[in-house]
């Protein structure tokens, strides 16, 4: 069994920073691509930015060149660096990763449980 767990996150005013960050524990032989999602009030979950095993980045238009993915592909984690935040950012930031558990095991996608991020104008 694989768990992500996220931390971060919290309230901050706009033209602030965050960072929120995910740690996958449990059966894990390999981690592919990992990234983040939100998903505001009311609205549909989206894309907020990936990252591979190799270091390729994409990132939703909404927040290209305001936010920073990384990862330590040693220690399974992935980090979010949010930059100049905006009250439209205000959401469930919720990680995701494609694990393999064994060699010849399949990519499996997995979720975090989500953490709130809150902007206030």
């Known amino acids: 069994q694989v768990h992500l767990v996220e931390s971060g996150g919290g309230l901050v005013q706009a033209g602030g920073s965050l960072r929120v960050s995910c740690a996958a524990s449990?059966?894990?032989?390999?981690?592919?691509?990992m990234g983040w999602y939100r998903q505001a009030p009311g609205k549909q979950r989206e894309l907020v930015a990936h990252?591979?095993?190799?270091?390729?980045?994409n990132y939703a238009d909404s927040v290209n060149g305001r936010f920073t993915i990384s990862r330590d592909v040693a220690m399974n984690t992935v980090s979010l660096e949010m930059n100049s935040l905006k009250p439209e950012d205000t959401a469930v930031y919720s990680c995701?990763?494609?694990?393999?558990?064994?060699?010849?095991?399949?990519?499996?996608?997995?979720w975090g449980q989500g953490t709130q991020v809150t902007v206030s104008s």
């Open positions: 990252i591979t095993r190799e270091g390729s980045t």
């Open positions: 449990g059966s894990i032989f390999r981690i592919n691509t």
């Open positions: 995701y990763a494609e694990i393999q558990s064994t060699y010849y095991g399949p990519r499996v996608g997995t």
